[in-house]
């Protein structure tokens, strides 16, 4: 049963890293389950500690990762317009794919300002991208954690199953 669990953390772990830049796949939740695996074999040095704090650190990176494009409308100059459209526009993506996960909310930003305001188009795209920005930066959040947590798996795989 070791050897199986074993295989999936690993295999969990690097889909969770592919996760991370493929909006499509929830990566670090991919991650924090091959760590999940690794706690149930028998040779795992991984204490209860750790799994409660990269549970808690997965659960903080997935909300932010929805929480981001608002937050980051605002940081742009956005109205609380261009904040709801790029929450919408978060939600709305997922009916279309990976392009619309990435796209959705610049598009519900910018059209959410222009429905308040549509004299001011430069703060409009200031607002849209700054929602846009927010994919990269949650982006690059999610791939450190579940980097971190690969590794991990992968440190005690390698140094304890061997």
Do not use: H
């Amino acid at each position: 049963m070791d050897t199986l669990l074993s295989i999936l953390a690993v295999l969990f772990g690097v889909v969770g890293c592919v996760g991370c830049i493929v909006p499509v796949l929830p990566g670090v939740a991919l991650a924090y389950a091959g760590y999940l695996c690794l706690y149930f074999c028998t040779y795992s040095e991984i204490s209860v500690a750790w799994l409660v704090v990269f549970g808690v650190l997965t659960l903080i990176v997935s909300v932010l990762d929805y929480l981001l494009p608002s937050y980051m409308t605002k940081k742009f100059g956005g109205s609380k317009a261009g904040e709801r459209g790029a929450m919408a526009g978060v939600l709305g993506g997922f009916l279309f794919g990976p392009i619309g996960i990435i796209v959705g909310p610049f598009v519900g930003a910018v059209l959410g300002e222009l429905i308040f305001d549509n004299s001011d188009k430069q703060r409009a795209l200031r607002s849209g991208f700054g929602s846009f920005l927010s994919f990269f930066v949650g982006t690059g959040i999610k791939l450190a954690l579940s980097l971190w947590l690969t590794v991990e798996i992968c440190i005690d795989v390698f140094k304890n199953a061997f």
